[in-house]
């Protein structure tokens, strides 16, 4: 891959090899947490122990990371569809019922804790995973930190060597201001 910066080209490597670990917190009004920045290299490019490491995931509410275990009936659902939901899953219903009392019983069926498959198979992994509130990507500035972060080391990163990375992204990250 090339990447083209100031109409210079540079060679970017592949994907492969060590990963450089990157923790922080803070928040809008304050910015980082003077301390708080933690950064580390995973364990030396093998990814098989790379992926054994456990953490906490931040997932917003995109559709893609909030697939559901069980699909539940929705509102839109054909009565039929409902019924054959129902038969599935041995629900006794009354083919005469109307689909609003049909929706009426699956309401009392659906747990109130939304199971995800992400978080499963996250679990199953060992890591959890926390999901940001619907409608407040306030909380979810990260996203565009980190955008900034990795602007500012490929612009200066010439030498794609992990160790100057790591320098370039401390520097990177102390950069950020509260107003970012």
């Not at 054994?52 to 509102?75: C, F, G, Q, R, W």
């Amino acid at each position: 891959m090339s990447l083209n910066l100031s109409n210079e080209i540079f060679r970017v490597p592949t994907g492969k090899g060590d990963r450089l670990i990157v923790c922080h917190a803070g928040c809008a009004r304050y910015g980082f947490i003077q301390g708080s920045k933690l950064e580390f290299r995973s364990n030396s490019g093998n990814t098989a122990e790379y992926h054994k490491e456990p953490s906490v995931l931040v997932m917003d509410n995109a559709s893609y990371h909030s697939t559901l275990i069980e699909n539940h009936p929705k509102s839109n659902w054909k009565k039929s569809d409902v019924q054959i939901w129902m038969n599935e899953k041995n629900i006794e219903h009354h083919p005469l019922e109307t689909l609003p009392e049909l929706h009426q019983k699956v309401k009392t069926l659906i747990p109130r804790q939304k199971k995800y498959l992400l978080n499963q198979i996250a679990l199953a992994k060992g890591h959890e995973v926390i999901h940001l509130p619907t409608y407040h990507c306030q909380y979810n500035a990260i996203e565009l930190i980190w955008a900034q972060v990795k602007g500012q080391v490929a612009r200066k990163n010439n030498t794609f060597k992990m160790a100057d990375i790591e320098r370039l992204t401390r520097e990177a990250l102390d950069a950020v201001t509260k107003k970012d």
